[in-house]
């Protein structure tokens, strides 16, 4: 800014006037809405550039709403609340658990979990699936090198 032809600064820094200065183009501290993406620096030893205190739940969160209380941090996605789960406190599942398939608490489960879990329930010969689908239904699966005398829905499997 200049002033009567000099630069008139304070502590440096220049001075915001109605010839450098537009209001509509600032954020304004009661509430609006930014037309670009806000980018906050990283934090550092001193503090994080984003708080958001705990409160409550509001009673008609809108889709893009985050907020807090003193159990969990929750966002509104797509017309659902979800809490973002802090999932430093649960446990992965062991082997065992995976193939008895009887824990009920939430947990951590990895790929070659989901498939122990899964290779231990499939039949790994015919008996097994006969067992499975045919118990106390008549039905047989045969498996024979030569052809058995078959009853009605009786099944042949040839073995070579």
Do not use: C
Request: charged share 15%; no cysteine.
């Amino acid at each position: 800014m200049k002033i009567f032809g000099l630069e008139f600064k304070f502590n440096g820094f220049d001075l915001w006037h109605n010839g450098n200065f537009d209001p509509a183009s600032k954020v304004n501290k009661s509430g609006d809405t930014m037309e670009g993406g806000l980018v906050l620096p990283a934090s550092t030893a001193d503090g994080t550039p984003l708080n958001i205190p705990h409160g409550s739940n509001p009673t008609a969160p809108s889709n893009g709403d985050i907020w807090t209380t003193t159990t969990s941090i929750m966002a509104r996605i797509n017309g659902v609340t979800r809490t973002m789960a802090h999932t430093a406190t649960w446990s992965t599942v062991s082997q065992a658990e995976a193939e008895a398939g009887t824990a009920t608490t939430n947990r951590l489960w990895s790929a070659l979990r989901v498939a122990q879990a899964i290779s231990v329930r499939l039949p790994t010969k015919l008996s097994q699936l006969e067992n499975d689908i045919g118990a106390g239904a008549g039905l047989s699966i045969i498996p024979s090198s030569t052809e058995p005398t078959l009853n009605t829905g009786d099944w042949w499997y040839q073995e070579l």
